[in-house]
């Protein structure tokens, strides 16, 4: 980005302090609000990480700052949320969450109120947002497959899905390998039996 774009913007890094360790991410927050973001496939930049560095040493400081930053955009869609909800947003972003058929569900009521108040403010473009809302989901469900068939049928009739052509590959995948261990465990009784 050439320099002009930030200062016949006014965009500057906030100097008040409230996002001491993430000042980049609001900084890049406040940038998307005024251009066009997009994902390159080619890697552009190579990132090294060592335990000195400020995001190892930081940390907590750092994620207090993102989530407060994270729900800030949250009521900028005019969601008004609860404990509740804003920690299950940061476990959805961490991918740090329980893989449980409570939090799926949870998160799918999530994804949707996120959804809806985006159709009300439109503030965010809906493909956009369906593209990383899908992203999300995608790995909730992939990570929660262990939970069966529920599983994935709560992901197809969910609203944002994207690649359920992964997720089903992944799906048989893990009931052919139970398929497989319930054969070898029949045949193991059979051979006992037989002794």
Known sequence: ???????????????????????????????????VFANLAEVLLKYRTHPQ???????????????????????????VCSRQEILIHEMMVTGIF????????????????IILANETKKKYDYIILDDILSEYWTDICSRTLKLGLPAFTIYIHA???????????????????RLSRLNQNQKFLLDLLKT
């Open 159 to 177: 609203p944002c899905k994207k690649k359920p052509c992964t997720l089903l590959f992944k799906f048989l995948k893990l009931l052919l390998k």
């Open 53 to 79: 560095q400020i995001r190892s040493q930081n940390s907590p400081e750092q994620t207090e700052a993102s989530n407060r930053l994270r729900e800030q955009q949250l009521h900028a869609l005019g969601l």
């Open 1 to 35: 980005m050439r320099k002009d774009f930030f200062t016949k913007n006014n965009i500057f890094y906030d100097e008040s302090g409230a996002f001491t360790r993430a000042e980049d991410y609001e900084l890049w927050v406040r940038i998307s609000q005024k251009c």
């Open 98 to 113: 329980p893989r449980s058929r409570d939090f799926l569900d949870a998160a799918l009521q999530w994804l949707k109120k």
